[in-house]
């Protein structure tokens, strides 16, 4: 490991592997390093039964920015992909985003204008309990966005085990993250670009990592003296607070666990993805994943199905963190990191986890174009 590089890349996830691209486009050197067995990071998709099983949970590519479309096209092709996932509370079905199929089931409204009046009436209620102050939290955010009886079916329940914490006390903003529609529109983004890689996200990092220097199994903090050595900088996208040695104490996340299997049936349950939003069903949601990459017959054409449970937990010590928890006192722990991390001359800090930031990924792909401008 004598060599010395331009950048060793700590994490071989979308940030770093879209990093190492422009690098070596850039003629730059790189080395990249992976704690795993694999490459990809939460991307990262493992086939079983002929069928890619997002591992790490469900990941839909979508973007307005005409760029970074282009860009993660031109590494990869993407199918028409579109998320519409579907609720389910208490045996019956909704459409997600909240939108007009929504507040028909909900209701019984057929026409936008006999929404809308059911809509005021709720929001006019979460007003008057306001008293004129902003929403402080998700709970007051959501009804004020969509009313009580939205909320409490299809919000609360689901908020309250993917973040275990109680609506009143998480941040507003992750609620404003979904759309709400007065048109018969199940399509769950805005945005003008969604889909897949053809062949999966192994696809999109193996094409971003042709011809660049991986290696495996590579535990930075293990090796760290040797490998902070062998380039002149530094990209990590690991934990802000693991880099720091937790000098100001543990950030929190969330993680995820999954239960696969494998089902003797094409067709398990019509959709990629199924949201129990009920408190009572202890999983989130259900993904089965032949619905991302097999459209019409060939669904039937596969036999077998592979759906995943999705259970919410607290991080602990060991386990793979997957969302930062944005609340008042996380959000100022990170930011005291954040200062040490802007001190650091050799170092780029990138990704959900060193940035502490509920990212999406073609905002990942956004930076990193931008950073190599
Ligand atoms: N959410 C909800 N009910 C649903 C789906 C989402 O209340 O059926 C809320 C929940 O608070 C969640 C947020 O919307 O944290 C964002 O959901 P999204 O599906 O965007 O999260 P991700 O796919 O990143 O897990």
């Known amino acids: 490991m004598s060599k010395k590089y331009d950048y060793l890349i700590v994490g071989s996830?979308?940030?770093?592997?879209?990093?190492?691209?422009?690098?070596?486009?850039?003629?730059?050197?790189?080395?990249?390093?992976?704690?795993?067995?694999?490459?990809?990071?939460?991307?990262?998709?493992?086939?079983?039964?002929g069928i890619n099983v997002h591992k790490y949970g469900a990941h839909i590519f979508h973007t307005s920015n005409k760029e970074v479309w282009d860009f993660v096209n031109s590494i990869v092709e993407f199918n028409r992909y579109t998320n519409c996932p579907v609720a389910n509370y208490k045996g019956k079905l909704y459409n997600l985003p909240f939108?007009?199929?929504?507040?028909?089931?909900?209701?019984?409204?057929?026409?936008?204008a006999q929404a809308e009046a059911k809509l005021e009436e709720q929001r006019a209620e979460a007003k008057q309990s306001l008293n004129g102050r902003e929403p402080q939290n998700l709970e007051e955010q959501a009804k004020l966005l969509i009313g009580n009886d939205i909320y409490e079916a299809l919000i609360k329940g689901y908020t309250e085990k993917?973040?275990?914490?109680?609506?009143?006390?998480?941040?507003?903003?992750?609620?404003?993250?979904?759309?709400?529609?007065?048109?018969?529109?199940?399509?769950?983004?805005?945005?003008?670009?969604?889909?897949?890689?053809?062949?999966?996200?192994?696809?999109?990092?193996?094409?971003?990592?042709?011809?660049?220097?991986?290696?495996?199994?590579?535990?930075?903090?293990?090796?760290?003296?040797?490998?902070?050595?062998?380039?002149?900088?530094?990209?990590?996208?690991?934990?802000?607070?693991?880099?720091?040695?937790?000098?100001?104490?543990?950030?929190?996340?969330?993680?995820?666990?999954?239960?696969?299997?494998?089902?003797?049936?094409?067709n398990y349950q019509g959709n990629a993805v199924v949201n129990y939003t009920e408190r009572e069903v202890p999983y989130t949601r259900i993904i089965e994943h032949k619905h991302f990459?097999?459209?019409?017959?060939?669904?039937?054409?596969?036999?077998?199905?592979?759906?995943?449970?999705?259970?919410?937990?607290?991080?602990?010590?060991?386990?793979?963190?997957?969302?930062?928890?944005?609340?008042?006192?996380?959000?100022?722990?990170?930011?005291?990191?954040?200062?040490?991390?802007?001190?650091?001359?050799?170092?780029?800090?990138?990704?959900?986890?060193?940035?502490?930031?509920y990212y999406d990924m073609a905002p990942i792909v956004e930076k990193v174009l931008n950073y190599w401008k």
């Open 162 to 266: 993917q973040w275990g914490r109680s609506c009143s006390e998480l941040p507003a903003f992750i609620i404003r993250r979904l759309p709400v529609r007065m048109i018969f529109d199940n399509n769950y983004f805005n945005d003008k670009y969604q889909g897949i890689p053809v062949g999966g996200y192994n696809k999109l990092i193996e094409g971003l990592l042709d011809d660049v220097e991986v290696r495996l199994n590579v535990d930075f903090f293990k090796e760290r003296e040797q490998l902070e050595s062998i380039a002149d900088k530094i990209v990590y996208t690991g934990a802000i607070d693991e880099y720091y040695n937790y000098c100001y104490g543990q950030l929190q996340y969330r993680t995820v666990s999954f239960e696969t299997t494998i089902e003797d049936t094409p």
């Open 13 to 49: 996830g979308l940030y770093g592997a879209t990093f190492a691209y422009m690098a070596k486009k850039s003629g730059k050197s790189c080395l990249v390093i992976d704690k795993r067995a694999h490459i990809g990071g939460n991307v990262y998709c493992e086939s079983i039964e």
């Open 99 to 112: 939108n007009m199929n929504t507040f028909y089931q909900m209701w019984n409204v057929t026409t936008p």
């Open 293 to 357: 990459e097999m459209f019409g017959q060939d669904v039937f054409n596969c036999l077998k199905s592979v759906i995943s449970k999705e259970y919410s937990t607290e991080w602990k010590p060991g386990m793979e963190p997957y969302y930062p928890v944005n609340d008042a006192l996380n959000n100022e722990l990170a930011e005291k990191y954040r200062i040490l991390a802007s001190q650091e001359n050799n170092v780029i800090f990138g990704g959900r986890l060193a940035e502490y930031k």
